[in-house]
């Protein structure tokens, strides 16, 4: 997912990691940011029975930047990073049920806070891609945005 925070208050105002990136309709699994201890964040989880959540270390989000945030759920491990940075993992067995709404932009209860910026792209795939289809997607993004990813 290629996004963009419009300003640093919408970063600000997420004190709890609390703004829905992608999710479906039953929080089974999904990509959230906001600050924590002031710090913008990008955070993934998935439910397997519980809740497994990846804090994507290394990620910091500059307002009015486009960051490429890339999440992969094996049904063993889910993988994150942002910007091509390392990949930061958590053990997560397979989801335990998907909701048949994906919603983008908003927070994993349906109610505000709303995503304030921009989103360029959406890839989803059905099979978990390896690092070299990531590195691709990447690659393209960087070159069709003409963007420093």
């Known amino acids: 997912m290629l996004v963009r925070?419009?300003?640093?208050?919408?970063?600000?105002?997420?004190?709890?990691?609390?703004?829905?990136?992608?999710?479906?309709?039953?929080?089974?699994?999904?990509?959230?940011?906001?600050?924590?201890?002031?710090?913008?964040?990008?955070?993934?989880?998935?439910?397997?029975?519980?809740?497994?959540?990846?804090?994507?270390?290394g990620t910091s989000w500059k307002h009015g930047a486009y960051v490429l945030v890339q999440v992969k759920h094996d049904g063993v491990t889910l993988r994150g990073r942002v910007n091509g940075d390392v990949w930061s993992s958590v053990p997560a067995g397979p989801t335990s049920q998907l909701g048949s709404l994906l919603i983008i932009g908003e927070a994993f209860n349906l109610a505000a806070p709303f995503l304030n910026g921009s989103v360029l792209e959406v890839l989803l795939a059905d099979r978990s891609l390896s690092d070299a289809d990531f590195d691709g997607v990447r690659a393209y993004a960087s070159a069709r945005y003409r963007l420093a990813l």
């Open 5 to 57: 925070a419009t300003t640093a208050e919408a970063l600000r105002s997420h004190a709890s990691l609390d703004c829905g990136l992608i999710h479906d309709a039953t929080a089974a699994f999904g990509v959230s940011f906001g600050t924590d201890t002031g710090v913008p964040r990008v955070q993934a989880y998935v439910f397997d029975g519980t809740q497994k959540t990846l804090d994507i270390s």
